[in-house]
């Protein structure tokens, strides 16, 4: 994974609370295969209005996006993950996260960086007022800067860390291989294996 | 101090304490994979050169795109056939077992693990989906994971996790006749909210808990993620047990009693504390319905559309507006007035056996309305093949009902079973987000009593207005 220390881009104000993972990318997007090119898939229902936000210049090319209370709820689809980052955002702002969307963005290298609601109304205000302010995530610091203005953020140590330095989840895990062994050793005997029945 | 029933599982699976800023790291006992969230975890071990560490404790199935007519024929729509077929193959070169389409054991995944007896009291268990918190109705500690948990869980058979909190949800005194689970799982979001449960464990306890059904309290349990928890819990009793002995893949002879003597200990210590903790009065609930785009929006059946106009906080007024201009529903009708096209019975919330009975009590000697379909797709094919033994199916077909084949079917727009734009459904499935059931539909969570009744009247209903 690439390291995350900071990152500058367009704000995308999307005022709307509860986006649910169904919106960021609708089921009929998660019948492919593939990890890349979801691009396309991200908040399809919303943008075949052309009045949505993304539909729009600057708007378009923005990699911060800013949005309301209880970003990503709903189902467990790392797909919303990787259409955020097909599209190129980079960072998503919100006063609360869904626990599992917030897990999936941090494996990922997408920031979910939380803030404080009055924050976000802040950002929303400038984004609107002057589109295309261009917004800096420094995840070092966890400060959110545009223009003038400088907000902090919170995230957990352990995938702020793992962010910083790029850290693969599975190669950190696999040192501790040996751990693993001995934990299996000390299982009851009762506990099922899926294997079946007849082979138990 | 005690223990709360969430942390005695936590910390029995603990392979390492964490330690700075790496957290725990948790042994996962069942490992449940489906064709969605699977494919490129697969890819990544292969990439990675990287090996399944417990094919034995990890077991796939078939559900999301399936159809539920013609499953003996290929999958017409060849995307969905790629991703079933991904999941075939990956499942033969990682040597996992499946249970495909056309199989007796096939169904929803998370139908399937209880049904086989792989969900215990106890485990962590664990799929990419995130209606896992289902099997935390057996006293398991249950939840759903992203893709790359996934191939981390398939590489490692742990998770690193930081500790989840604690929320209790008394539910206490005695539900009335036609209330079920689901009615008591809707309010409980309306209550605290979509997002009300995040970072936390539920345990359902009280009184209506325990006089629960096992297929009730997983109803309950599985859309404790609608709360944005990250799982619930019940604690194992006897009715746990009953429900488990003597199925495939539940401990037998000595092993069993070694098991029930576990078991019993997974309840909260009286002297455990939890971070949160709500009550509600089963007394007084009634049928619940949502009549927006998010499981918290909703309301008991007898009430009326809410006006957003008499909404003081603003980002909670356009929430609302926004909701009812999506569902084409105007502020002041009684919910009861809301005429529906489709009545879904089904999904991993009220897809068992049990809902199908209840559903079926209502449809006997009634007829669906002539303005209405309604699809009743159970669970499992074992589902199914038991309510053809109890003669469900000629109730459902009579009443003029389809009868399908198991699979996920209308909960979410990934198969044929979708609502067209501007459609509207009640469905005893867990989401009722903008396009879930198909791009445009209208989602009306409900029970499977209410389902029955609605699709007699093609209005909202409850048993009581037949």
Redesign the interface.
Known sequence: MEPFTTHTGIGVPLR???V?T??II???Y??????TGFEDALFA?WRSDENFILNSEPFRHGSVLVA???FG???????A?WALKDYGFRVVISS?????FR??AG??GLLAAQCEQSDVEMLWKLLETEPGTRVTVDLEQRTIHAKDLTVPFSI???T??RLLEGFD??G???R??E??GA??RT???????????AE? | MGKTLAEKVWDAHL??QGTG???D?L?I??HLVHE??S??AF??LRL?N?AV?R?????ATED??VPTTGIDLPIA?P??R??VD?LRANCEEFGI?LHPMGDAEQGIVHVVGPQL??T?PG?TVVC???HTSTHGAFGALAF??????V??VL????L?L?PFKTMAINIEGTLRPGVTSKDVILAVISRIG??GG??YVLEYRGTAVEAMSMEARMTMCNMS??A?A?AGMIAPDETTFAYLEGR????AGQ??D??VE?WKTLRTDEDASFDAEITINADELTPFVTWGT?PGQGLPLGERIPDPERIADA?ERY?TE?ALDYMGLKPGVPLRDVAVDTVFLGSCTNGRIEDLRTAAEILRDRKVSDDVRMLVVPGSMKVREQAEAEGLDEVFTTAGAQWRSAGCSMC???NPDQLTPGERSASTSN?N????QG?GGRTHLVSPVVAAATAVRGTLSSPEDL
């Open positions: 709307r609370s509860n649910d169904d919106q609708p089921a009929v998660l019948k492919r295969v593939s990890r229902a309301g209370p209880d709820t709903g189902s467990s689809r790392e797909h993950v609360r996260f869904a626990d599992i897990g999936n494996k990922q957990d140590d352990y702020r860390w989840d599975i950190l895990t696999l501790e291989a751990t693993i934990f299996e299982r009851p005997s009762f506990k099922p294996r899926t294997l079946p029945a138990k | 392979v390492r800023h790496e957290p790291l042994y006992d069942l969605v969230t494919p490129q890819e990544g990675a990287r560490r094919p034995d404790l990890t077991l999301h795109n729509d995307v969905s790629t991703q991904t077992r007896g792989l215990q485990a990419g989906d995130s759903g994971i992203g893709t790359s948990e191939e981390h590489a490692t058979q742990t690193p930081k979509t997002g995040q970072g993620i609608e944005g990250r495939s893949h539940a401990p092993q069993w070694a098991a576990y998010n980002d929430a926004k979410l727009g990934m989401r987000f903008e396009g879930r791009k």
